[in-house]
T-cell receptor, first 117, second 114 residues
Framework: AQSVSQHNHHVILSEAASLELGCNYS??????LFWYVQYPGQHLQLLLK??????LVKGIKGFEAEFIKSKFSFNLRKPSVQWSDTAEYFC???????????????FGTGTLLAVQP | KAGVTQTPRYLIKTRGQQVTLSCSPI?????VSWYQQTPGQGLQFLFE???????NKGNFPGRFSGRQFSNSRSEMNVSTLELGDSALYLC?????????????FGPGTRLLVL
């Protein structure tokens, strides 16, 4: 069965520090990968996505993620975080393993990021 | 364009009762999915509907059911509520359900079962 692991449950950083959140998935077939973010009091929203092509994808607000197929990883990075990046971050995978299209997402448990001013 | 709307936003029920939650997707979107979010289990997939057909179902008991109407609006129903059903229920919509387009999350319905 598909699964997604986020190893960092809580991360505390100071402003301007660099961020890397780990995400590993288990699935041998073709996958679509996503990072979602939930700011305090707001809906979940898409940060970035990878379907194919360049394994380094850029998202909103200066975030980027690198897909490393050999490591089944899709880590999220940002060179310099801001206080406004305080949020919960979710990695997710979508795989059409039953054949055909599906929007079903398997989510990781989330990483709570707190950025101190 | 209006976002995904869910009603009601908050609900308190007692064990054994049933509940119906409603979701209106973004105009033009034909795919609707539902998720349950709890502190212990995180985000778990419930169902996925596309053009009134259930296309995928998660590992939830039969007490959880759903449907989609011709206007793409969707409802989910939970019968014989248990304390463990207390959660945030999220509705998600997208255009065609190919798995590659952006999915939009609603604000959720927070259900408390006493």
């Amino acid at each position: 069965a598909q699964s997604v692991s986020q190893h960092n449950h809580h991360v505390i950083l100071s402003e301007a520090a660099s961020l890397e959140l780990g995400c590993n998935y288990s699935y041998g077939g073709t996958v679509n990968l996503f990072w979602y973010v939930q700011y305090p009091g707001q809906h979940l929203q898409l940060l970035l996505k990878y379907f194919s092509g360049d394994p380094l994808v850029k998202g909103i607000k200066g975030f980027e993620a690198e897909f490393i197929k050999s490591k089944f990883s899709f880590n999220l990075r940002k060179p310099s975080v801001q206080w406004s990046d305080t949020a919960e971050y979710f990695c997710a995978v979508n795989g059409a393993y039953y054949g055909g299209a599906t929007n079903k997402l398997i989510f990781g448990t989330g990483t709570l990021l707190a950025v101190q001013p | 364009k209006a976002g995904v709307t869910q009603t009601p936003r908050y609900l308190i029920k007692t064990r054994g009762q049933q509940v119906t939650l409603s979701c209106s997707p973004i105009s033009g979107h034909r795919s609707v999915s539902w998720y349950q979010q709890t502190p212990g289990q995180g985000l778990q997939f419930l169902f996925e509907y596309f053009s009134e057909t259930q296309r995928n179902k998660g590992n939830f008991p039969g007490r959880f059911s759903g449907r989609q109407f011709s206007n793409s609006r969707s409802e989910m129903n939970v019968s014989t509520l248990e304390l463990g059903d207390s959660a945030l229920y999220l509705c998600v919509s997208s255009t065609a359900g190919t798995g590659e387009e952006t999915q939009y999350f609603g604000p959720g319905t927070r259900l408390l079962v006493l």
